[in-house]
């Protein structure tokens, strides 16, 4: 007897759906590397349950896209390694083969590369948040004299908004650390942010490391 054809997405049941994304869950276990990993597969179901839509039914890609960049970015934020990155449509296809659910193939590489922007993103996105962390203080900052603490202005951002909050939060540690006075070096912006406001915390601008002299300047206050 011949086999049937498989369901269009829009035909498949209810059961259909649901176990072509448990099957999908059970390749991605399969395929995991580590805890974050399986944390990632079961914190994700609701992208996967849009790209599994998207990947089967006829209708603009950019929606397929979306859900793939989406579910990208989950990945990535829950530490899921790249390779279940890789592997992951691979699980999709497979889900679609097993339940009998009719999808587009050529959808297949497009979505890929989707998936991969969405990850990539938000990794770059992680990183740029790790960077401008290590500038809070105390990292920014060393004690040079008894109350005097030099500050290094190199915020990673040319935002003036982000630089402004950046040199309200390092001032107000100042603040509440004792010191009466600041050396800066660094930026030009940063610097001005910085000193702006530490003006407002009545901390005083003692001088900057480019300054002549003002290593001598330090040893006779301490």
């Not at 035909?11 to 072509?20: N, V």
């Not at 969405?118 to 992680?126: R, V, W």
């Not at 908004?161 to 930026?187: K, M, N, Q, T």
């Amino acid at each position: 007897m011949a086999r049937a054809a498989p369901a269009r997405f829009d035909e498949a049941t209810a059961s259909q759906t649901e176990r072509a994304l448990a099957t999908w869950r059970e390749h991605d276990i399969a395929y995991a590397l580590h805890a974050a990993d399986r944390d990632a597969v079961r914190a994700s179901d609701a992208p996967r349950a849009l790209v599994l839509e998207h990947l089967a039914r006829p209708g603009p890609a950019r929606d397929l896209y979306s859900a793939c960049a989406r579910l990208g970015r989950l990945l990535a934020d829950c530490g899921a390694s790249p390779s279940l990155l890789a592997a992951t449509l691979d699980g999709a296809a497979r889900a679609f083969e097993e339940v009998e659910i009719a999808w587009d193939p050529a959808r297949l590489a497009p979505a890929r590369a989707s998936l991969a922007e969405g990850y990539s993103a938000a990794l770059l996105e992680s990183e740029r948040v790790a960077a401008r962390r290590a500038w809070d203080y105390p990292a920014c900052a060393v004690k040079v004299a008894k109350d005097v603490v030099a500050i290094a202005c190199g915020y990673p951002s040319d935002d003036r908004e982000a630089l402004a909050d950046w040199a309200a939060r390092v001032a107000a540690a100042v603040s509440r650390e004792g010191y009466r006075s600041a050396i800066l070096s660094g930026e030009a912006a940063a610097k001005a942010e910085v000193t702006a406001a530490l003006s407002l915390v009545g901390v005083a601008l003692a001088m900057t490391a480019e300054s002549p002299g003002w290593f001598a300047s330090l040893l006779k206050r301490s």
